[in-house]
T-cell receptor, first 113, second 112 residues
Framework: EAQVTQNPRYLITVTGKKLTVTCSQNMNHEYMSWYRQDPGLGLRQIYYSMNVEVTDKGDVPEGYKVSRKEKRNFPLILESPSPNQTSLYFC????????????FGNGTRLTVT | GDSVTQMEGPVTLSEEAFLTINCTYTATGYPSLFWYVQYPGEGLQLLLKATKADDKGSNKGFEATYRKETTSFHLEKGSVQVSDSAVYFCALNVGGADGLTFGKGTHLIIQP
C-alpha cells in the first residue's frame, strides 16, 4: 500500500531534550516536506526536499533541522525543543514539486513542557 | 506572496443540505488549485484539483471550478452526509519548489 509513515504518533517531551520525528514513504517520490498545523494558522511549511541531499527552508524553519540521505526518509529534528514547538506535525511527499498532489502522513502530535 | 483565504467556521449544516465553502486566492504566477480534506485523527487527503482556468475538479460528489476572473475555487456539494464532517483546506501551487500554500481550513459539521 502506498503510504507516508510518521513515527511516533504522539510525543510528550521536556524543553531542551533533542528529539527526532521520522518520516518514510514507499512511493519513490522525489519531493518531501514537513508542515506544522496550529489552530487558527492552518498548515505552515517547515522544510522541504526536492531530492536526496537537497533541502531548503519553508516558511517557519527556526528551531528545526532536516536531512535527506535516502530518497524514502526525511526525518525532522528538534535539537532543543521549546514549548512554542508544541504542535501537530505532518510529513508529505509527492512525485515531484510544482503542482503534483501531496500524500500526507497521519501526523505526530508533539507536546513540549 | 501567494495566499489563500477561506472561511474558517465551524460551518454547521443538516444532512442533505447544500454546501458551499468559499476559497479565494492571490498568486504571483498561474497556480494549480486544490481542495484537501482532513478527517479526525488523520492526515490530509487530496479531494480534488484543477490546473487551469475553467477546469472543474470533482470527486465524491464535491465539485469546484477554477475561476481565474474572480480568483476563486469554491467547493460545493449538493447533498451533504454526516460522513462529510471534516476540515477542508483550499490550497494552491504556482509550480515552484516550495510546495503548496494552504488556507487556514474550514471545519464542517454535518448534523443528522
Amino acid at each position: 500500500e502506498a503510504q507516508v509513515t510518521q513515527n511516533p504518533r504522539y510525543l510528550i517531551t521536556v524543553t531542551g531534550k533533542k528529539l527526532t520525528v521520522t518520516c518514510s514513504q514507499n512511493m519513490n517520490h522525489e519531493y518531501m516536506s514537513w508542515y506544522r498545523q496550529d489552530p487558527g494558522l492552518g498548515l505552515r511549511q517547515i522544510y522541504y526536499s526536492m531530492n536526496v541531499e537537497v533541502t531548503d527552508k519553508g516558511d517557519v524553519p527556526e528551531g528545526y533541522k532536516v536531512s535527506r540521505k535516502e530518497k524514502r526518509n526525511f526525518p525532522l529534528i528538534l535539537e532543543s525543543p521549546s514549548p512554542n514547538q508544541t504542535s501537530l506535525y505532518f510529513c508529505a511527499s509527492s512525485l515531484r514539486a510544482g503542482g503534483a498532489s501531496l500524500h500526507f502522513g497521519n501526523g505526530t502530535r508533539l507536546t513540549v513542557t | 506572496g501567494d495566499s489563500v483565504t477561506q472561511m474558517e467556521g465551524p460551518v454547521t449544516l443538516s444532512e442533505e443540505a447544500f454546501l458551499t465553502i468559499n476559497c479565494t486566492y492571490t498568486a504571483t504566477g498561474y497556480p494549480s488549485l486544490f481542495w484537501y480534506v482532513q478527517y479526525p485523527g488523520e492526515g490530509l487527503q487530496l479531494l480534488l484539483k484543477a490546473t487551469k482556468a475553467d477546469d472543474k475538479g470533482s470527486n465524491k460528489g464535491f465539485e469546484a471550478t477554477y475561476r481565474k476572473e474572480t480568483t476563486s475555487f469554491h467547493l460545493e456539494k449538493g447533498s451533504v452526509q454526516v460522513s462529510d464532517s471534516a476540515v477542508y483546506f483550499c490550497a494552491l501551487n504556482v509550480g515552484g519548489a516550495d510546495g503548496l500554500t494552504f488556507g487556514k481550513g474550514t471545519h464542517l459539521i454535518i448534523q443528522p
